[in-house]
């Protein structure tokens, strides 16, 4: 299996056949199961064991890093696929929603030191929703199309806001990486 890996990305220029389970072999999608790994086991530490809070961090971390590398990988190894962008976007949507969960729960309790639970509910919960029905919404509109969410020609008639998010490298990693470190410091 490996060896038609290297081979395809020796010699690009051949025609390959790929079958369905070659998809669940390439290397953006091992990287996107070793993510759900560490998201779960992350998620996991963070419920039953807060007092290993560095390793789950460290996980959580890791996964989200992860993002990156396995959307270099698909590129470099021309090794795009459905399957693949929906591992992706299901995994990054769970564990967001994940950690939302868990800080539902330490900051909307009423009876630990917060005086503002249900204002904490209401922001983890409207954050949550946001997530959610802005990815479905995306990914929804340009899949109708058959065009990719994140392409210039996908996001041709969009506010402006979305327009910048998938166009601007910068502006995309401030709002990732910015939403994401806060969930993080909150935690």
């Known amino acids: 299996m490996y060896l038609l890996l290297i081979l395809r990305y020796l010699f690009p220029t051949m025609t390959w056949t790929t079958t369905t389970n070659d998809v669940f072999w390439f290397i953006p999608n091992l990287i996107g199961y070793v993510r759900v790994i560490f998201s779960i086991t992350s998620l996991l530490l963070m419920v039953f064991m807060p007092e290993m809070w560095i390793l789950a961090i460290i996980l959580y971390l890791s996964s989200f890093i992860g993002d990156l590398f396995d959307g270099m990988a698909a590129r470099a190894f021309n090794q795009t696929s459905t399957f693949g962008g ?3 976007m299901v995994t990054d949507r769970c564990t967001t929603l ?3 969960f868990i800080l539902y ?3 909307g309790d009423t009876d630990k030191q917060y005086r503002y ?7 983890f919960l409207s954050l949550a929703l946001l997530d959610i029905a802005s990815h479905w919404c995306q990914m929804y509109s340009t899949a109708a199309l058959q065009i990719h969410h994140k392409s210039d020609e996908g996001n041709a008639n969009r506010f402006f806001l979305v327009r910048w998010y998938y166009q601007y ?3 995309f990693g401030y709002c990732c990486v910015g939403a994401e470190l806060t969930y993080i410091a909150l935690y």
């Open 169 to 171: 490298l910068p502006f």
């Open 105 to 107: 729960g330490e900051y």
């Open 98 to 100: 994940g950690l939302l």
């Open 117 to 123: 639970g249900s204002v904490f509910r209401m922001l």
């Open 86 to 88: 929906l591992l992706d």
